[in-house]
């Protein structure tokens, strides 16, 4: 079974979205399994204290080392990676995700205020990650962000093992326009190819669009699928 663990003040976020749906039930039916671990619960003093002010001074708290150091070792994490949720991290990919899901879960730390001391992130040897060049409140969103991104590629969560295959950032492409009835909506039909049962043609049809619309709109996707692609060819040429 695939397990995340959480750390975080605010366990009561959760399972939040990650309860609905095909995750919810995937957990339900024990495909794979959630806990949360309230940081707060190893806080030591009498107001349970989990930050503090930030050593060299300048704004807001910093979550502290020794607390938060504590609710780690408490977590049994056994092989799996232990990350910490923050904008300094390595960006989460689609392909970071399915590396993810391949092993047997994560532990994800949340951080809160202005981050997390220093210490505990190279102590404990955290593994930081983004979900993108934004600032969040906390840590939470993000979580959830990745373990719905690792969930739903996890086998019998989906309704089709397959459907993770050729979606988005699978190859370096987006994904090619999507229909369904009415046939005609507002005067716009269907195009023809994809009601053609042509799956050649279909195929074809969808690889031009995700071509298409990739050099369109991520530049960035389109040179690394056309360096894959020269790669492939040249030691295609070699062999
Ligand atoms: N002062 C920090 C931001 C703290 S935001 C800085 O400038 O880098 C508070 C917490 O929210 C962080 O500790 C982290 O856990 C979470 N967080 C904020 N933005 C995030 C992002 N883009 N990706 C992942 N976690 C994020």
């Known amino acids: 079974m695939w397990r995340a663990t959480v750390l975080t003040i605010f366990p009561e976020l959760f399972p939040g979205p990650l309860g609905a749906s095909l ?13 949360t671990v309230d940081v707060r619960d190893f806080a030591t003093d009498r107001h349970r204290s989990v930050d503090d002010t930030p050593a ?4 807001g708290m910093i979550m502290k080392a020794d607390v938060l150091g504590r609710a780690i070792d408490a977590t049994a994490g056994g092989d799996r990676p232990r ?18 899901v391949r092993g047997s879960g994560v532990v ?10 220093e210490r505990v992130i190279t102590g404990r040897g955290l593994i930081e990650v983004s979900i993108g060049d934004y600032v969040l409140a ?15 590629l996890i086998p019998g969560v ?8 050729d979606e988005s950032f699978s190859a ?29 043609k279909v195929d074809s049809w969808r690889r031009a669009e995700a071509e298409r619309l990739t050099r369109e709109r991520r530049p960035d996707l389109w040179a690394a ?13 070699e062999r």
């Open 158 to 165: 989906m309704g089709k093992e397959c459907s993770g295959a």
């Open 56 to 59: 060299g001074g300048g704004p």
């Open 23 to 35: 995750a919810g039930k995937g957990s339900a039916n024990g495909i794979w399994s959630l806990e």
């Open 108 to 117: 994800a730390v949340c951080g809160r205020f202005e981050g997390v001391d």
């Open 83 to 100: 990350l910490l949720m923050s904008p300094r991290g390595q960006r989460l990919t689609q392909a970071w995700v399915r590396d993810l």
């Open 172 to 200: 370096n492409l987006i994904e090619y326009p999507q229909f369904t009835r009415p046939r005609v909506w507002e005067g716009v039909a269907i195009p023809e190819v994809l009601t053609s049962g042509d799956h050649g």
């Open 138 to 152: 906390g840590g939470e969103l993000a979580a959830m962000v990745l373990v719905d991104a690792c969930v739903r």
């Open 225 to 237: 699928y056309q360096a894959n692609w020269q790669f492939g060819k040249k030691n295609a040429s």
